[in-house]
């Protein structure tokens, strides 16, 4: 049984920065793609990165990329999104997502999901 559990989330001002977990059981990250989403509300659920198996490469949206990285603990089976120089428009509900094959930026291809965490961005 897969799970994802997502933490890190909070409050934080505008220019400051967080940093997001992803504690995963029943699958190993190391050879999992694993993306970051994103969801305001009102608004469909968005791509902001990955890090595709084995870790042989990452990718970011383009409102995220240079300020936003992903990375990988193999000991602790942990993800992280580490979110620096945050906007308000940054906030939203972030999700973390496996897939046991290649990367894609498409929520829909991730059949595991945590159950996400707010992020609030105040100017």
């Known amino acids: 049984q897969v799970q994802l559990v997502e933490s890190g989330g909070g409050s934080a001002q505008a220019g400051g920065s967080l940093r997001l977990s992803c504690a995963a059981s029943?699958?190993?990250?190391?050879?999992?793609?694993m993306g970051w989403f994103r969801q305001s509300p009102g608004k469909e659920r968005e791509f902001v990165g990955y890090?595709?198996?084995?870790?042989?490469?990452?990718w970011y949206s383009d409102s995220v990329r240079g300020r936003f990285t992903i990375s990988r603990d193999n000991a602790k089976n942990t993800v992280y999104l580490q979110m620096n120089s945050l906007k308000p428009e940054d906030t939203a509900v972030y999700y973390c997502?496996?897939?046991?094959?290649?990367?894609?930026?498409?929520?829909?291809?991730?059949?595991?999901w945590g159950q996400g965490t707010q992020v609030t961005v105040s100017s």
């Open positions: 890090l595709s198996r084995f870790g042989y490469s990452t």
């Open positions: 997502a496996a897939r046991l094959s290649v990367s894609t930026v498409r929520a829909e291809d991730y059949p595991y």
């Open positions: 029943g699958l190993t990250v190391s050879s999992s793609a």
